[in-house]
């Protein structure tokens, strides 16, 4: 008795109820259908665009191993296909209608798709996958589709399978007659195509499900239903986002007499008998793409969008628009083609290419651009700017790309500004390319190697400079005890770029050391800083897990500061209050000890201040602005900065910073220079961070004589910092389906900028003003697809926007303390979205539905502190009196 128990469970597990068990000399015919739904991610299928493919499926045994029964060769006959809409749509609306299955496939595709297959199953799994080798591989990812259903296993547990999907982790939960598979299709191995943004929070998150529950009878299925679900989201923008669903039903609907089994020791011989034209394949899909067959050339489109490019423009929505068209197509051509516009175009143009080139990041587009642009010509550094500056904001950068820079650096330059650029993207790129885990990539030791070891020798402080702002963009842990020296014991610019280059590192890697040196900068231990230096310190202090003792000396200093740094340390300590920083709660503990809180150090004077506000506060990411401006004792502005930071629950986004610095301008109006800055150059100057990529300063004047030069000549133009458009969200994935099409989902936005800044006198007036001014349009487009060769089905969603930023400071030092007005506006904002969902034959036939919504953002001037919006009243106060009072 004991022993018939065991050879029960013995054949229990390796008999046929370890894999799907087909009778002898039976046909099982099955219903089965396959449809696809494309929609936005909250909306019922019921009105999503999408297609359904039905047809009869006949499977019968062919052959069984006689040394093991649950080795099987079963045939599978797709029969009677029909192609119609996934939901019921009104005659006009339907694109299949009057249209035979034969027509809206295709004769020679219809042929090969009821070909039938053959699949040797070992224990309810896909051994050999046997098809006819040249069929369009269109129709052999159909029946891999199919075929990949008839994998399954009879007990609970996991393994990995390879199927359509590639090699996947799959887990089965078996109850009684009914098997449920889940599959992993974020560890699925197979060849896919796609990238993604470099920052996440420009990025599209995804989420992919599948699901397959098989229902049994006699060993053998009575019915699949399978399902896969793929939701892709905008992280800036949740509401932009889009799903594909993918539905595969099988059921069993009678079984009939069949033909007898096939007399044969070995598999071979049954194909062979069979069919000597079968070959074995494997289950996974083979790479499809249907080609498009009437589009425009890559010159035709340029021209359809050319005249949205021009430089007057670029403030516009379209231009955005149009630069996401024009970089699609580029990314689907040759080298030739690319080369054949760039030589062609004019000067007002250009520019605009060489970004859409750039951007394209493909092989054949960096060939193209790297062998139109010679940077022995100086007269073409405008086009060698764009190129660089499209290499610095690249989406996801190659190895190569950092290669031919590096090569182009170690190379002759005739502009200099060029080679500081070039060096300065480079950074940026490591940083870019360590982020992804290459950092052991020969290109970027290389690179990493060249910016050290060339900084270790530098002696010219522009050779100083050039490298350390590259190491601003790399961000490399290695580069950190160069920076302390240079923070330490370098001048002027030098020490200020290196203490604001540190400033940029996350606060995990602001090790004891680093502490401990700017706590030596800031309280002056070793030597006299400029305040510009000593106050970026102080905020690396505050801004990562400063001790109580740290909290409390910065405290204790404020009152023995020259005056306008002292008013700044305040504002500097109250914002960390009101905005609530991670070390707040030390600096409120801190304030309890009555030697650091009192009046006398809570009431110092000057017009030096910090502030940050929120921009937006929304459930996908929130942003911030702060302004912090430092005046010297005279009234002149030592430093202006305004950042916009992005971010949500996990990731920031340095959006925008621009920095405006001005030094030994006393001069001018004849007042004593602050301790420690009686011997420094005239000097102003602007340096903007966009996106994370900190850009080549701009310098307005340097020195005496080039100051009252662009004083006397001043237009009160303010000055570009940077032009042009920006790829920022460049997110593309194509998707295996189980049912067989292959999906894509590609969102791009792009951004077109104008950003300026200037710096005004007036010795009549006693007045100087800076500006900065912010324009940008965005245009963000997602398309998600499904292509099945025979019919295209998906949603197109479009965003614009166009909006202006300006930030402008008013200094009046006529009297003291002096009157300092500080403004952020941004002005009313038109704001659209568009979505249209399709289906489209090869044959032009279209069926389209559209939705769309236009709002406007109102303007809005940002609160600052109640201070500042009691001195622009004075100031404007002042100007209007003065007005009326010139005679």
């Given at each position: 008795?004991?022993?018939?128990?065991?050879?029960?469970?013995?054949?229990?597990?390796?008999?046929?109820?370890?894999?799907?068990?087909?009778?002898?000399?039976?046909?099982?015919?099955?219903?089965?259908?396959?449809?696809?739904?494309?929609?936005?991610?909250?909306?019922?299928?019921?009105?999503?665009?999408?297609?359904?493919?039905?047809?009869?499926?006949?499977?019968?045994?062919?052959?069984?191993?006689?040394?093991?029964?649950?080795?099987?060769?079963?045939?599978?006959?797709?029969?009677?296909?029909?192609?119609?809409?996934?939901?019921?749509?009104?005659?006009?609306?339907?694109?299949?209608?009057?249209?035979?299955?034969?027509?809206?496939?295709?004769?020679?595709?219809?042929?090969?798709?009821?070909?039938?297959?053959?699949?040797?199953?070992?224990?309810?799994?896909?051994?050999?996958?046997?098809?006819?080798?040249?069929?369009?591989?269109?129709?052999?990812?159909?029946?891999?589709?199919?075929?990949?259903?008839?994998?399954?296993?009879?007990?609970?547990?996991?393994?990995?399978?390879?199927?359509?999907?590639?090699?996947?982790?799959?887990?089965?939960?078996?109850?009684?007659?009914?098997?449920?598979?889940?599959?992993?299709?974020?560890?699925?191995?197979?060849?896919?195509?796609?990238?993604?943004?470099?920052?996440?929070?420009?990025?599209?998150?995804?989420?992919?499900?599948?699901?397959?529950?098989?229902?049994?009878?006699?060993?053998?299925?009575?019915?699949?239903?399978?399902?896969?679900?793929?939701?892709?989201?905008?992280?800036?923008?949740?509401?932009?986002?889009?799903?594909?669903?993918?539905?595969?039903?099988?059921?069993?609907?009678?079984?009939?007499?069949?033909?007898?089994?096939?007399?044969?020791?070995?598999?071979?011989?049954?194909?062979?008998?069979?069919?000597?034209?079968?070959?074995?394949?494997?289950?996974?899909?083979?790479?499809?793409?249907?080609?498009?067959?009437?589009?425009?050339?890559?010159?035709?489109?340029?021209?359809?969008?050319?005249?949205?490019?021009?430089?007057?423009?670029?403030?516009?929505?379209?231009?955005?628009?149009?630069?996401?068209?024009?970089?699609?197509?580029?990314?689907?051509?040759?080298?030739?083609?690319?080369?054949?516009?760039?030589?062609?175009?004019?000067?007002?143009?250009?520019?605009?290419?060489?970004?859409?080139?750039?951007?394209?990041?493909?092989?054949?587009?960096?060939?193209?651009?790297?062998?139109?642009?010679?940077?022995?010509?100086?007269?073409?550094?405008?086009?060698?700017?764009?190129?660089?500056?499209?290499?610095?904001?690249?989406?996801?950068?190659?190895?190569?790309?950092?290669?031919?820079?590096?090569?182009?650096?170690?190379?002759?330059?005739?502009?200099?500004?060029?080679?500081?650029?070039?060096?300065?993207?480079?950074?940026?790129?490591?940083?870019?390319?360590?982020?992804?885990?290459?950092?052991?990539?020969?290109?970027?030791?290389?690179?990493?190697?060249?910016?050290?070891?060339?900084?270790?020798?530098?002696?010219?402080?522009?050779?100083?400079?050039?490298?350390?702002?590259?190491?601003?963009?790399?961000?490399?842990?290695?580069?950190?005890?160069?920076?302390?020296?240079?923070?330490?014991?370098?001048?002027?610019?030098?020490?200020?770029?290196?203490?604001?280059?540190?400033?940029?590192?996350?606060?995990?890697?602001?090790?004891?050391?680093?502490?401990?040196?700017?706590?030596?900068?800031?309280?002056?231990?070793?030597?006299?800083?400029?305040?510009?230096?000593?106050?970026?310190?102080?905020?690396?202090?505050?801004?990562?897990?400063?001790?109580?003792?740290?909290?409390?000396?910065?405290?204790?200093?404020?009152?023995?500061?020259?005056?306008?740094?002292?008013?700044?340390?305040?504002?500097?300590?109250?914002?960390?209050?009101?905005?609530?920083?991670?070390?707040?709660?030390?600096?409120?503990?801190?304030?309890?000890?009555?030697?650091?809180?009192?009046?006398?150090?809570?009431?110092?004077?000057?017009?030096?201040?910090?502030?940050?506000?929120?921009?937006?506060?929304?459930?996908?990411?929130?942003?911030?602005?702060?302004?912090?401006?430092?005046?010297?004792?005279?009234?002149?502005?030592?430093?202006?900065?305004?950042?916009?930071?992005?971010?949500?629950?996990?990731?920031?986004l340095h959006a925008i910073q621009v920095v405006i610095e001005a030094q030994g301008l006393e001069s001018?109006?004849?007042?004593?220079?602050?301790?420690?800055?009686?011997?420094?150059?005239?000097?102003?100057?602007?340096?903007?961070?966009?996106?994370?990529?900190?850009?080549?300063?701009?310098?307005?004047?340097?020195?005496?004589?080039?100051?009252?030069?662009?004083?006397?000549?001043?237009?009160?133009?303010?000055?570009?910092?940077?032009?042009?458009?920006?790829?920022?969200?460049?997110?593309?994935?194509?998707?295996?389906?189980?049912?067989?099409?292959?999906?894509?989902?590609?969102?791009?936005?792009?951004?077109?900028?104008?950003?300026?800044?200037?710096?005004?006198?007036?010795?009549?007036?006693?007045?100087?003003?800076?500006?900065?001014?912010?324009?940008?349009?965005?245009?963000?487009?997602?398309?998600?697809?499904?292509?099945?060769?025979?019919?295209?089905?998906?949603?197109?969603?479009?965003?614009?926007?166009?909006?202006?930023?300006?930030?402008?400071?008013?200094?009046?030092?006529?009297?003291?303390?002096?009157?300092?007005c500080m403004q952020m506006d941004r002005v009313e904002s038109p704001f659209r979205t568009h979505m249209?969902?399709?289906?489209?034959?090869?044959?032009?036939?279209?069926?389209?539905?559209?939705?769309?919504?236009?709002?406007?953002?109102?303007?809005?001037?940002?609160?600052?502190?109640?201070?500042?919006?009691?001195?622009?009243?004075?100031?404007?106060?002042?100007?209007?009196?003065?007005?009326?009072?010139?005679?």
């Amino acid at each position: 008795l004991v022993n018939s128990k065991m050879l029960f469970v013995f054949v229990f597990r390796t008999g046929h109820t370890t894999g799907p068990s087909l009778n002898n000399d039976k046909l099982y015919k099955f219903a089965y259908s396959a449809e696809v739904y494309v929609d936005r991610v909250k909306a019922s299928l019921q009105k999503s665009a999408g297609y359904r493919i039905s047809s009869g499926v006949d499977v019968n045994l062919l052959w069984r191993n006689p040394d093991n029964d649950d080795d099987q060769l079963i045939k599978i006959t797709i029969k009677d296909v029909q192609v119609e809409n996934v939901n019921e749509r009104p005659a006009a609306e339907n694109i299949f209608k009057g249209k035979s299955t034969e027509k809206i496939i295709g004769k020679e595709y219809l042929e090969a798709l009821q070909r039938p297959i053959v699949l040797e199953l070992v224990r309810g799994k896909v051994k050999t996958f046997y098809s006819y080798q040249n069929e369009p591989g269109f129709t052999q990812n159909i029946k891999r589709g199919l075929a990949s259903l008839f994998q399954l296993q009879l007990h609970s547990g996991s393994s990995r399978e390879v199927d359509i999907s590639g090699k996947c982790n799959t887990t089965y939960h078996v109850r009684q007659d009914q098997v449920t598979k889940i599959k992993d299709l974020d560890s699925c191995e197979i060849g896919k195509k796609g990238f993604t943004s470099h920052n996440r929070i420009l990025d599209v998150n995804t989420k992919a499900t599948s699901a397959t529950v098989y229902v049994l009878e006699d060993s053998f299925i009575k019915s699949i239903k399978a399902e896969e679900n793929f939701v892709f989201l905008l992280n800036y923008r949740r509401k932009t986002g889009a799903k594909i669903v993918s539905k595969q039903r099988l059921e069993l609907k009678s079984i009939q007499a069949g033909l007898g089994l096939i007399a044969a020791k070995q598999v071979s011989s049954v194909i062979k008998t069979l069919d000597p034209n079968y070959v074995a394949m494997s289950l996974e899909a083979e790479p499809v793409k249907s080609e498009c067959k009437k589009c425009p050339s890559l010159s035709e489109h340029w021209q359809s969008i050319r005249e949205h490019m021009h430089p007057d423009k670029l403030s516009k929505a379209e231009a955005a628009k149009s630069f996401l068209s024009f970089i699609q197509k580029i990314r689907k051509a040759t080298k030739e083609e690319i080369l054949k516009i760039i030589r062609s175009e004019n000067k007002e143009f250009l520019p605009q290419v060489v970004d859409a080139v750039t951007s394209a990041q493909t092989p054949e587009s960096l060939e193209a651009i790297l062998e139109f642009l010679d940077f022995k010509d100086a007269s073409t550094s405008i086009l060698q700017e764009r190129f660089l500056y499209a290499c610095g904001f690249a989406s996801h950068p190659s190895e190569t790309l950092l290669k031919s820079l590096t090569e182009k650096f170690k190379g002759d330059v005739a502009n200099e500004e060029i080679r500081e650029t070039l060096v300065i993207v480079m950074g940026a790129l490591i940083r870019k390319l360590c982020d992804r885990g290459g950092c052991k990539l020969p290109a970027v030791v290389e690179a990493k190697r060249l910016i050290l070891n060339r900084l270790e020798k530098a002696k010219k402080d522009d050779n100083v400079q050039m490298y350390l702002l590259a190491l601003k963009n790399a961000l490399l842990p290695e580069a950190i005890p160069v920076l302390l020296k240079y923070a330490e014991s370098g001048e002027g610019p030098i020490s200020s770029l290196a203490a604001t280059t540190l400033q940029r590192y996350d606060p995990s890697f602001l090790t004891k050391e680093v502490k401990e040196t700017m706590n030596r900068i800031y309280h002056q231990t070793r030597k006299v800083h400029e305040k510009t230096v000593r106050t970026t310190a102080a905020a690396i202090i505050l801004n990562s897990n400063p001790s109580y003792m740290e909290v409390k000396n910065i405290l204790l200093s404020i009152g023995e500061l020259p005056m306008e740094m002292n008013k700044y340390m305040l504002s500097m300590i109250q914002d960390i209050l009101h905005f609530e920083m991670p070390s707040s709660k030390t600096v409120r503990k801190v304030l309890k000890d009555m030697r650091t809180h009192n009046y006398d150090r809570f009431s110092k004077m000057g017009s030096s201040s910090a502030y940050t506000g929120y921009i937006t506060r929304g459930p996908d990411v929130s942003s911030t602005y702060s302004l912090d401006i430092l005046y010297s004792g005279s009234g002149i502005l030592r430093r202006s900065n305004m950042n916009i930071h992005v971010f949500d629950r996990n990731t920031e986004l340095h959006a925008i910073q621009v920095v405006i610095e001005a030094q030994g301008l006393e001069s001018i109006i004849a007042a004593t220079p602050d301790e420690g800055e009686e011997n420094l150059d005239s000097f102003a100057g602007m340096s903007a961070i966009l996106f994370d990529f900190q850009l080549r300063p701009v310098t307005f004047f340097q020195g005496y004589g080039d100051l009252m030069s662009k004083m006397l000549s001043a237009t009160g133009d303010p000055m570009n910092v940077v032009k042009g458009l920006v790829l920022l969200t460049d997110y593309l994935q194509e998707i295996q389906l189980q049912s067989g099409p292959t999906a894509s989902a590609e969102f791009l936005g792009g951004l077109a900028i104008d950003i300026s800044g200037g710096m005004e006198f007036s010795l009549w007036y006693r007045e100087s003003k800076t500006s900065v001014k912010n324009r940008v349009a965005m245009f963000i487009a997602g398309n998600t697809e499904v292509d099945s060769f025979f019919i295209k089905t998906g949603m197109e969603t479009t965003l614009e926007a166009e909006t202006a930023l300006d930030f402008i400071s008013t200094v009046q030092f006529s009297q003291y303390p002096f009157l300092v007005c500080m403004q952020m506006d941004r002005v009313e904002s038109p704001f659209r979205t568009h979505m249209t969902k399709y289906e489209s034959l090869p044959s032009g036939r279209r069926y389209t539905a559209r939705r769309g919504k236009t709002a406007t953002l109102a303007g809005n001037e940002y609160p600052l502190h109640q201070e500042n919006s009691n001195m622009c009243k004075k100031v404007f106060g002042a100007k209007s009196d003065s007005a009326g009072s010139w005679f």
